[in-house]
């Protein structure tokens, strides 16, 4: 079975953060098929997990503006143009949280639904935290919630934690806090 | 702080699977903000992490379209109109991997970046399998690969494992198996 063939693509609609493209494919048992995927522009997204001083997740509480209600979850934003992951999700936390972070380790780039959507989150984990605000683009100020990494297991019943990003973050930390307390710390 | 107030939505753009809408906000600071939402038609998703007599997970790899390359992951599809989550998880096991499953058990409901998605997946451990065949809309028939459960490790690096609704229940199963190995057996 050798990889399907594309034909061609068209961009079947285009607004400021968004495109939905058609894809005409060839499959190598002769069918053909046009399939429809979203992609955002630009590089991608960064989410960090910001553990303090005090062995908790620096998490804040935001609207969600598609489900219209509120969501708990980590520290995200878009890597701007000329930025690497890295140096985004540090931004992130200044704008975010008001924390820098001398230690920003990766955890994976992971994709959802990569037949559909090329959107793709870089996940990291951030210790060594310090104090140093910069500004960000929030249209109001972000409520900031600290949570005990000891306590994940309730953090994952909250009821406003629902982005699958943040939930295997969170299940990454406690794997990792039962294997190895040493890699995140 | 209280919850911004929706203003107005409309919708623009519309194709076969996907519509982008913006919503316009006021927030209760006073400031205005149009925001864009990628809403999938119909009722979500379901996924299936099937696992065998031999205690194996029944993964499937299937073409990614949108990113032109093959992914290694657990069986799912579209909930059909009319038809609960747990219904459309049995059937898609029937349909992509050739079993029911007398066990389909809820391990939670996720969301993808809910301020700018309505993209939701149930998710599902299913077990106590038997073989029964359903014709399913595949393009091309779908390869099958069987994964030790005790080896999840290693699935976790495999470079076809991306999506993050995947390596949510891996990490998931692999929390289940290391506190309660009975949860989902």
């Excluded at 997740?57 to 980590?74: H, K, N, S, T, W």
């Excluded at 995200?76 to 949280?97: H, N, Q, V, Y």
């Excluded at 406690?174 to 710390?185: C, P």
Aim: hydrophobic share 40%.
């Amino acid at each position: 079975m050798s990889k399907p063939r594309i034909l061609s693509t068209s961009v079947l609609a285009q607004t400021r953060l968004f495109q939905i493209q058609g894809i005409d494919l060839a499959f190598s048992n002769g069918r053909t098929a046009t399939f429809e995927s979203v992609r955002m522009q630009g590089d991608g997204v960064v989410m960090v997990a910001a553990i303090n001083a005090q062995d908790e997740l620096v998490l804040i509480r935001e609207y969600a503006a598609c489900q219209d209600r509120y969501e708990v979850g980590f520290v995200k934003g878009k890597i701007d143009p000329g930025e690497t992951p890295e140096i985004s999700a540090d931004r992130e936390l200044k704008e975010e949280i008001g924390f820098g972070a001398r230690c920003i380790q990766k955890v994976r780039k992971i994709s959802y639904s990569p037949a559909y959507t090329n959107l793709e989150t870089h996940l990291y984990v951030a210790t060594d935290l310090y104090p140093e605000q910069a500004e960000g683009d929030e249209i109001e100020p972000l409520e900031q919630m600290n949570w005990p990494v000891a306590d994940i297991d309730s953090l994952l019943d909250h009821p406003e934690v629902s982005d699958v990003r943040v939930i295997m973050l969170l299940l990454e930390l406690q794997k990792t806090a039962l294997k190895d307390t040493a890699k995140y710390r």
